[in-house]
C-alpha cells in the first residue's frame, strides 16, 4: 500500500476529504433537518425558540494530550458545551463543531476526536450538524450547542427566592481532585485508594453530566433557578445569588464525600476546597421552592437567604471561589 | 488615576468584567431572546427551524494583526459566517462567538474588534446573542450564526439542473488582488491605480457581502442553487457541479474586471486568476433556471450544462481552484 492511499496527516488528506471521512456513516439526531456539506447547517426547532451556548477548549489550558486520549477530550467538549444547554431545562439537539489543528495531526487523532464527540453528542440526545476546520499552530476546539425549550419556560439563574432549597446533580470535586491526582503524578499506593484515584482522574478526564437529572424533571417540578457546575461550586451558586439578588448558605456536611477524603489523604490536600472550588464537573445545581419539590437523585446541599453572595456554614470563604480564564 | 481602575490588559481586568464591558448598552436584535449572562442564550426561531454555520479563524492564518484593524477583523469574522446564513436565502438573527487570546491582550483590542462584529452583525439584520472568553497563546475567534428561513426552502447547492444561467452578486477577486497588493508590500505609484489598489486591500480587509441581494429576492424568482465565494469560485461552482450532477462553463468576459487588470498591471499577476481562485470576497453566486430570472444586481457568468467539473471558456483550468485549509 502506498502512503496515498491511506494518507496519515491532515494535509496529506485535505480538509474535504477529512471532512467526508469523519462524517460517514454517522446518523444525524431527528432535529437535523440538514446535515455536513453545504454553506449551512438546517435544525428543527419547534419549540419556536432554540437555546444556544458556546466554549472553546485550547490544548495545554482546557485539555492536555499526555493526559487525554482524543476520544476523552471530545466527549468533554460536547459534554461540557450539552451541559450548559440542560442547564436551561432545555434538551440538547444539535452541535457543530471548528477544529483547528496542526496540518501534521494524524487523521486517527481526528477520527477518534469526532468519535467521542460523536458519542457524546448522541447521550445527550443530539449529533454534530456541522463545522470547520483549519489549520492551527496547535489543537483548539469550539463546540456550539443547540437545545429544544420542549415549550417550556427556560430556566435562568434568576428566579433563587429566599426559603428556596440549593440542591445539586452529579458529583462535586471529582475533577479538580483528578486534576490533582495528574499534576502531582501521584505514586499508586496500595489498597483501595488506588480506585478512587482512577474513580476521580476518570472524572477529570471526561466529564459525565446527569442530563436526565433535570430534562426528565416533571414540569410540575417547583424549580426556580437552574446552573450547571462548570467554574466552581462557589463561583456557579455566586452566579445565581447575583442574578437572583439573594444569599446562598452551605451546609459543608452535605458535602462531605469519602471518595474524596480518601484522594485527598493521599495529596495532602483539602477535600471541601476541591467540592467548593473545582469545575468541570459539570453537576447541576438547583433552588427549589422547597424540600419537598427537591427530587429523587437530587441532594440537598444548603438554603437560599435574603442578602448576598455565598457562605458555608454560615462563614463566608476567603480564597479564590473558581476558574478564571485569563489568570 | 490607578492602573487598576483602568486595567489594560485582559489579565487584569479579568473575564467577567471584560464581558460585561463589551456586552454593556448593546442593543440585541429583536429575534434574540435572552442574550448574555446565563448558561445559554434564547433565539427565537418563528419558522420552526433555523440555518446554524460556524468558522473558526486563526491569527497569522486567516487575519494578520500588520493588516488589519481589530475593528477590521471583527466585521470580517462576522461577514463571512453571515454570508453562509444568507447563502442558504435564510436571514441572519444572531451570531455566538468564542475569543481566544493571551493574557497580555489589551482590553482596548478586544473592544474594538467587539465593535467590528457588533457592526457586521447588525448591517446582517442580528446581534451577538452570547459567546466565550479563554486564555490561548494566540488570537483565535470562533463565530457561529444562525438564520431565520423566513418559511421559505433553504437553498442548497444540489438544484442546479442543465440549462440554468449562473450569475454573481458581488465582487470577485478583489479580496485576493488585495492579499497580493499586502504580500507584495507594492510601493505606491501615481495616477489613479493607487486609489485602485487601495480598493482591493480595503476588500481584503473588511468583506463587504451584498446581503440584499440574496434577502430581497421575490420568492417567485427561480433560483435553482446558491452558494457564497469563499473558497474560490472553480472551488464554489464546483460544489454546486457536485453537489447537482452538472457541470458548470463560465465565459471568462462576463468576468472581467477592469480594477483588477490595474492592480494586476503593477504586480505582474493575473486578474482571471484572482477571480477564479480567490476566495474570502463572499460575493454570492446562483442558479436561476432561465435568463429572465436573473435578477437586477446579478451578473451572468456562465451556464450549467450536463456533464461535471467547471471550465472556463469550454476548457477546463489546471492549477489549484481555491483554498484547502491544511495546504
Redesign the interface.
Known sequence: MTASSHPRT??EL??FA?IARITADRKQAPGV??GP??????????????????????QD??FRLDWSDPEDIGRKAIAQNAA??V??G?APS?F?????CP?DTAVEFVERLADGMWAEAERAGGSI??????????L?I?V????D?RGRE?I???GARPGDVVAVAGKLGWSAAGLAVLLADADPVSGPVIDRLADVVAAHRVPRPDYAAVLELPESTAITA???VSDGLLADLGHIAE?SGVAVDLDSAALHDPTLDGVAAVLGASPLDWVLTGGEDHAFAATFADAGDVPAGWVPIGRVLTGTGVTVDGAPRTGPTGW????
Not at 454553506?39 to 425558540?49: K, L, Q, T, Y
Not at 457543530?96 to 483547528?100: A, M, N, Y
Open positions: 491532515v494535509r485535505g480538509e477529512l433537518l440538514l456539506g453545504d454553506d449551512a447547517a438546517v435544525v428543527a426547532a419547534p419549540d419556536g425558540r432554540f437555546v444556544v451556548t458556546t466554549d472553546m477548549l485550547v489550558r482546557h450548559d444547554v442547564a436551561m432545555a444539535a457543530v463543531v471548528s477544529l483547528g496540518s450538524a456541522g463545522g470547520d476546520m483549519v489549520r492551527s499552530p496547535f483548539v469550539s456550539t450547542a443547540f437545545g425549550p427556560p435562568t439563574r434568576s437552574l446552573t450547571d442574578s478564571e480564564s485569563f489568570a
